[in-house]
């Protein structure tokens, strides 16, 4: 049972461009919510957070949002770059337990 | 501050043999983490240590496998008669006690077996 999902494995955008990437989860009670990037031959690095108190989160060029209701969130990166090409984690969790992570969605930024 | 360090990166080896990973947490970091990620997959908790003391325990992991963090800096984790199906990346992740919502992981290390 997967209780957090990403159901692109990929996705292709022209850089300069706007990057959406999405995430759905099941578990009404995830609190807070992480976005990782991961590189190859690289572990993921933490790149944005969103507690579930809040619907918005920026900082520089990415951007997550929250839809509780609708149990999505989505992380947008604008303007997109090619160093922004690798894979991304949206991870959740539940208060006092440990992160679930989806399986990732592959974003290319071409040049 | 050098980052979370694992050794080796990559092992490979023969069914029923035993291998060991190491890691290395962010100096200041008190809690420790190991996940495992298969292709396509993202990263599966399987445990994890606060100090020395092992809090938790995923069901993923099972008799075959131990960790252990014994002066509450670096940590290991064995894995016993290794099987074909625990071909994967371990990946180990720290951090503080007072920011434990963030993860910082290490570069992982990739178990194959024969």
């Known amino acids: 049972d997967q209780q957090v999902k990403q159901n692109s494995p990929s996705l292709s955008v022209q850089e300069g461009r706007i990057s959406i990437l999405n995430c759905d989860y099941t578990?009404?009670?995830?609190?807070?919510f992480l976005w990782y990037k991961k590189y190859p031959a690289e572990g993921p690095t933490f790149l944005i957070s969103?507690?579930?108190?809040?619907d918005k989160n920026e900082d520089g060029r990415f951007t997550v949002f929250l839809n509780k209701s609708a149990k999505h969130l989505s992380l947008h990166i604008v303007p997109s770059q090619p160093g922004d090409s690798a894979v991304y984690f949206c991870?959740?969790?539940?208060?006092?337990?440990?992160?679930?992570f989806g399986p990732g969605t592959r974003l290319s930024v071409l040049p | 501050d050098t980052g979370v360090s694992q050794d080796p990166r990559h092992k490979i080896t023969k069914r029923g043999q035993n291998v060991t990973f190491r890691c290395d947490p962010i100096?200041?970091?008190?809690?420790l983490y190991w996940y495992r990620q298969t292709l396509g997959q993202g990263p599966e908790f399987l445990t994890y240590?606060?100090?020395?003391?092992?809090?938790?325990k995923s069901r993923l992991l099972s008799d075959r496998f131990s960790a252990e963090r014994p002066k509450g800096s670096f940590s290991t984790l064995e894995i016993q008669r290794t099987e074909q199906g625990d071909s994967a990346m371990y990946l180990c992740?720290?951090?503080?006690?007072?920011?434990?919502?963030?993860?910082?992981f290490g570069a992982g290390s990739r178990l194959t077996v024969l």
């Open positions: 240590f606060q100090n020395e003391a092992q809090l938790e």
């Open positions: 992740a720290s951090s503080k006690r007072d920011t434990v919502l963030v993860l910082t």
């Open positions: 969103i507690s579930s108190i809040k």
């Open positions: 578990n009404s009670m995830f609190d807070y």
């Open positions: 991870a959740a969790r539940h208060y006092g337990q440990n992160f679930v």
């Open positions: 100096s200041e970091h008190n809690r």
